[in-house]
């Protein structure tokens, strides 16, 4: 049953046909039957998908909607949002996870008794996992929300995935409040006599400590009413997931979303995720205080037994993490949302490890309200340090030895307001080690970030030293970061050294362990750029003799490869065609770059085309059918305006073709690659083939234009464009080995190293 409410863009239903969105734009001007728009703006309307879908196939632009296309174009156009749709698919992929008849069972006739059924279904899976509540109500757009327990009622049930539950579960299976998922806000009524005793009886110890009563639960059990609109997307959701599963299918619609709102969300990447889990160690439970979407939890090994706690202000989140978290392995979850500092959601625990990726630079923080919180037990932060104020909470939720590492803004190892804490951090010996990441690591990607590992003390250390390192050298200039591999073996490494010894030899460049009696000066600066002796320039100068060898070798090479002197000739007058001819014909295929593939795929990057480097890029992980690279291929990009075009070979062949990349794959029988290459690159055939914005230009691959020559003739210009393309490539080798030679001179001068004579 297609859903008729559900609308879709411009940018949508280009994706649907597989065309850029210009060509979506003509056809509005172009056809008069063109579906009107439904919703948006005037900028940015919106269609029915429905009737986008049949005017496509009476068009002949459409064969069939691809199944995952059309289940992420039903939750992108839900009409109560992408978020609450996200939700209830992802609420109901956990049923399916779990108890995959009961989906059958409830899922069988019309969307009215899908709709009517489902709670108690979802009861069955959404309670025993999160200790979450029915919701009833009207629709969607008026209802409330239980946001957990209410002061005068007992607390929720918490259970293992197995299903055992716990002490002061309510005895009624669901509460007479109404919501929509996404809203969170604490239902507070007037004490009675029946509830006075629900009062009593909640303030029994319990084996797992429930939510404080004002904290809300991450995820609900949705009401009838609310998931009637959201049929047709559970419907479709249920058979993308045995297609591709349960878990796959959350992590494709959840990828998604995060890409089409990227402004919207502070993601933590993953190999930063996986660096801090494993700084942290093994831990049964672990805590994530500003969780996000779970990508810090997630790193963790899920493994039976293990608790992971999670909690965010934004509701959306903390249901999404949740949900994220309970079908990627069988550990215990519990996820709520609320403001951590103000109302944090888990006083009572005592941690093996916390991981956290704060907001930065908050000033409404709860400094006012804070001022006498037990959890200030190393000082009180100022206004301008909410980064001390959840380095302090995660401290105040470890258990003694256990282990925090925070993500933290380069700025706080070194401002004067914060000096105090920073101090008595060292003196107690909380503060274990200091690492800064190299530029690239996470957003903001152009600062280098520190990571903060810190230790609840058992006992203040007799000397204590703290771990200073700096990764800084392995940043990269490609777009896909820093050379995570690196940095993860000389993090690791000297941290375990030094966790093993309590101190660490120098390592130039590197790391060493600093004693706290060096750090607590007036500044109390721990930044590790400051304390780190420089490394040694370029290893020293056998590695500058070696360097400037390279550098002669390519210059020779650069040489014999230098084009011979050019004859002049008259323009040649061939008959020409373009790349929409050739396509249409069959000589070649054109594909475009996009966002999906499989995370561990390389990507090869519009800058890896402009820079002729290796492929750079990574995908997040989604199940997409990427465009993979053959040898013979040529790529193109489409954006900046200049003449590029590249010819795949066999150590480049495989990689993903990113995005504003155009790939076009021709027939070997019709098309010389290098000829092709070679003509695309024209200065004069770019500019015919661009059009501007007011701040960019781009390429309409279609209509560049090559002349009609035979193969023959085809792979002699083939030949003399492979040559200037090796020249081109020995000239961008030598520049990059004598920028190295030059910088180690100047590092050898400036350390002594390299004597000037």
Not at 81 to 87: C, F, I, M, S
Not at 253 to 273: F, I, K, M, S
Request: aromatic letters at 4%; proline letters at 9%; glycine letters at 8%.
């Amino acid at each position: 049953m297609q859903d008729n409410a559900t609308e879709v863009t411009a940018a949508g239903i280009a994706r649907l046909a597989g065309v850029g969105r210009a060509a979506v734009s003509n056809w509005r001007r172009r056809h008069a039957d063109f579906p009107k728009p439904v919703g948006g703006t005037e900028t940015s309307p919106s269609f029915a998908l429905a009737e986008v879908e049949a005017w496509l196939r009476r068009q002949g632009k459409l064969a069939e909607v691809p199944l995952r296309e059309r289940v992420w174009q039903q939750l992108a156009g839900h009409p109560e949002g992408p978020v609450v749709a996200l939700t209830h698919a992802g609420c109901v992929l956990l049923l399916i996870h779990d108890r995959p008849t009961v989906w059958l069972e409830v899922s069988a006739g019309s969307d009215e008794r899908l709709a009517a059924m489902l709670p108690g279904a979802l009861e069955q899976v959404i309670v025993p996992r999160f200790g979450g509540r029915r919701v009833h109500g009207g629709a969607a757009g008026s209802a409330r929300v239980n946001a957990g327990p209410p002061v005068n009622e007992a607390p929720p049930v918490h259970a293992t995935p197995g299903g055992a539950t716990t002490p002061g579960a309510p005895t009624a299976p669901d509460v007479n409040a109404a919501p929509r998922v996404n809203i969170a806000a604490p239902v507070h009524s007037a004490p009675s006599a029946a509830t006075a005793a629900a009062a009593a009886a909640a303030k029994a110890p319990t084996v797992n400590s429930p939510l404080p009563v004002n904290t809300t639960p991450a995820v609900h059990v949705p009401n009838g009413p609310a998931l009637l609109p959201s049929a047709p997307l559970l419907r479709g959701t249920a058979e993308l997931a045995a297609e591709l599963g349960a878990r796959q299918t959350f992590e494709f619609l959840l990828g998604r979303h995060l890409d089409a709102n990227p402004r919207q969300y502070t993601l933590t990447p993953t190999e930063l995720a996986r660096l801090m889990a494993d700084l942290a160690g093994p831990a049964r439970t672990v805590l994530d205080p500003a969780c996000g979407t779970g990508a810090l939890l997630r790193a963790v090994a899920a493994a039976p037994g293990q608790e992971l706690y999670a909690q965010d202000s934004a509701p959306e989140l903390a249901a999404l993490t949740a949900i994220r978290l309970a079908m990627h392995g069988r550990a215990t979850v519990r996820g709520a949302a609320g403001d951590t500092l103000r109302a944090d959601a888990y006083p009572e625990l005592r941690a093996d490890a916390v991981l956290c990726h704060p907001p930065f630079n908050e000033r409404n923080w709860g400094h006012d309200e804070l001022a006498y919180d037990p959890r200030w037990e190393y000082g009180f932060p100022a206004r301008t340090e909410s980064e001390l104020a959840w380095v302090q909470h995660a401290l105040a939720r470890l258990t003694d030895g256990g282990t925090a590492v925070l993500l933290m803004p380069p700025a706080v190892a070194s401002r004067r307001s914060g000096r105090r804490i920073r101090a008595d951090l060292l003196r107690r010996g909380a503060l274990r080690a200091v690492i800064a990441l190299p530029v690239g690591a996470a957003p903001p990607y152009n600062i280098p970030l520190h990571l903060w590992v810190l230790r609840r003390p058992e006992k203040a250390p007799a000397q204590p030293e703290v771990l200073l390192a700096d990764a800084g050298q392995f940043a990269s200039e490609r777009r896909g970061g820093p050379d995570w591999r690196a940095v993860r073996d000389a993090v690791l490494d000297t941290w375990r050294d030094f966790d093993r010894a309590g101190t660490l030899a120098e390592r130039p460049g590197l790391a060493r362990s600093v004693p706290v009696i060096e750090l607590l000066d007036d500044d109390v600066d721990f930044a590790p750029a400051r304390h780190l002796p420089p490394p040694i320039a370029a290893d020293g100068a056998e590695q500058l003799t070696a360097v400037r060898e390279r550098l002669g070798e390519t210059l020779r090479l650069t040489s014999d490869l230098t084009p011979p002197p050019a004859h002049t000739a008259p323009p040649a007058r061939w008959p020409l065609t373009t790349v929409g001819e050739l396509a249409r014909g069959g000589a070649l295929v054109m594909r475009t770059g996009g966002n999906g593939g499989h995370a561990r795929v390389p990507v090869l990057t519009d800058h890896d085309v402009l820079a002729g480097t290796a492929p750079s890029g990574t995908l997040p992980e989604s199940d997409e059918e990427a465009v993979l690279t053959e040898a013979g291929d040529v790529v193109v990009p489409v954006l900046g305006g200049g003449a590029v075009a590249r010819v795949i070979d066999e150590t480049t062949a495989g990689a993903a073709l990113g995005r504003n990349l155009a790939l076009l794959r021709p027939d070997p029988t019709a098309l010389d690659p290098w000829f092709l290459a070679g003509f695309l690159r024209g200065t004069a055939n770019n500019r015919q083939a661009s059009s501007y914005a007011s701040t960019a230009t781009r390429l309409d691959v279609r209509r560049l234009q090559l002349p009609r020559l035979a193969l023959d003739e085809q792979r002699r210009y083939g030949a003399r464009f492979r040559a200037l393309d090796e020249f081109e490539r020995a000239l961008r080798h030598a520049s990059r080995l004598g920028e190295q030679l030059v910088r180690g001179m100047y590092d050898g001068l400036t350390d002594g190293t390299v004597p000037p004579a």
